[in-house]
């Protein structure tokens, strides 16, 4: 049985990446503006609203009660597995599982022919047919989740990246995104608004609490992620954040784009 990366990785429960549950009103945009201390053109504005939704979505896969540890899913999966071939041999059939691909199980129920066999099928051939289709499902879930779980690392990656999303925003129009400790005389308005911004955002998506934290978040940012521009950060926020790409290929796509020369663009 294929084994998880560690015990401190998950993986989602969802069938797919939740939505933003806010929209920023007329007035949050008057705060951020005094926090940013800048004026924030529409542009910019909906740069801002993509990162947040995009961060408030998959953020929300990684979120306690959307994520599963991967051992215990595996472990579960594996489990049910035997115990439906323990429920075929009483059927009579042959206790055994084939690892099914997505389509495979798909084309096995689509289809005017396929309808018509299966409204024909006796209750109990009809319950081995899904009862097969499921065990194969499971099975491609067993091989499949190595590959696409989160790491405990993942989580604190996608608010980096939703940070670095807001800086290369601001930036646009001259907003300054320095993060300075609260020892120093003054405070850091990016630091400020980053807070303002993160108040509005779901729970699950809440990382850096504390200005001070904040300060190292978005200088840890910069160091893990200031070199991509908004297309990588956006694959890597969509991708990996979402498992449907893993780092290796994130790499290669990053690296790529920098040796095409591409500049900064929009998303």
Same mark, same amino acid.
């Given at each position: 049985?294929?084994?998880?990366?560690?015990?401190?990785?998950?993986?989602?429960?969802?069938?797919?990446?939740?939505?933003?549950?806010?929209?920023?009103?007329?007035?949050?945009?008057?705060?951020?503006?005094?926090?940013?201390?800048?004026?924030?053109?529409?542009?910019?504005?909906?740069?801002?609203?993509?990162?947040?939704?995009?961060?408030?979505?998959?953020?929300?896969?990684?979120?306690? *009660?959307?994520?599963?540890?991967?051992?215990?899913?595996? *472990?579960?999966?594996?489990?049910?597995?035997? !115990?439906?071939?323990?429920?075929?041999?009483?059927?009579?059939?042959?206790?055994?599982?084939?690892?099914?691909?997505?389509?495979?199980?798909?084309?096995?129920?689509?289809? $005017?022919?396929?309808?018509?066999?299966?409204?024909?099928?006796?209750?109990?051939?009809?319950?081995?047919?899904?009862?097969?289709?499921?065990?194969? !499902?499971?099975?491609?879930?067993?091989?499949?989740?190595?590959?696409?779980?989160?790491?405990?690392?993942?989580?604190?990656?996608?608010?980096?990246?939703?940070?670095?999303?807001?800086?290369?925003?601001?930036?646009?129009?001259?907003?300054?995104?320095?993060?300075?400790?609260?020892?120093?005389?003054?405070?850091?308005?990016?630091? $400020?608004?980053?807070?303002?911004?993160?108040?509005?955002?779901?729970?699950?998506?809440?990382?850096?609490?504390?200005?001070?934290?904040?300060?190292?978040?978005?200088?840890? !940012?910069?160091?893990?992620?200031?070199?991509?521009? $908004?297309?990588?950060?956006?694959?890597?926020?969509?991708?990996?954040?979402?498992?449907?790409?893993?780092?290796?290929?994130?790499?290669?796509?990053?690296?790529?784009?920098?040796?095409?020369?591409?500049?900064?663009?929009?998303?």
């Amino acid at each position: 049985m294929p084994r998880s990366k560690g015990d401190g990785s998950k993986s989602s429960i969802r069938v797919r990446p939740g939505t933003s549950v806010h929209r920023m009103t007329a007035k949050n945009w008057s705060d951020l503006e005094k926090h940013f201390r800048v004026s924030l053109p529409g542009e910019v504005r909906a740069k801002i609203e993509v990162a947040s939704d995009c961060y408030a979505g998959i953020g929300k896969l990684h979120s306690p *009660k959307e994520s599963i540890n991967t051992k215990t899913a595996i *472990k579960a999966l594996d489990a049910w597995i035997k !115990a439906s071939g323990r429920f075929q041999i009483s059927l009579g059939k042959k206790s055994s599982v084939a690892k099914l691909s997505r389509i495979e199980i798909i084309s096995n129920l689509c289809g $005017e022919g396929k309808r018509k066999s299966l409204e024909k099928m006796s209750p109990l051939g009809f319950f081995g047919l899904m009862l097969d289709l499921a065990m194969g !499902a499971a099975s491609t879930a067993i091989a499949e989740i190595p590959g696409r779980e989160f790491g405990p690392e993942i989580k604190g990656d996608m608010w980096l990246v939703w940070v670095r999303l807001i800086v290369v925003a601001v930036s646009q129009v001259g907003a300054k995104t320095t993060a300075s400790s609260s020892n120093l005389a003054s405070e850091s308005s990016f630091v $400020e608004g980053v807070l303002y911004l993160q108040a509005l955002l779901p729970d699950y998506c809440k990382r850096f609490k504390t200005y001070d934290s904040v300060v190292k978040g978005v200088q840890l !940012a910069r160091k893990k992620f200031g070199h991509a521009d $908004e297309f990588v950060l956006m694959g890597t926020m969509m991708g990996l954040g979402s498992g449907v790409i893993d780092k290796e290929l994130l790499s290669k796509l990053s690296d790529l784009r920098h040796e095409l020369g591409a500049g900064k663009t929009g998303y």
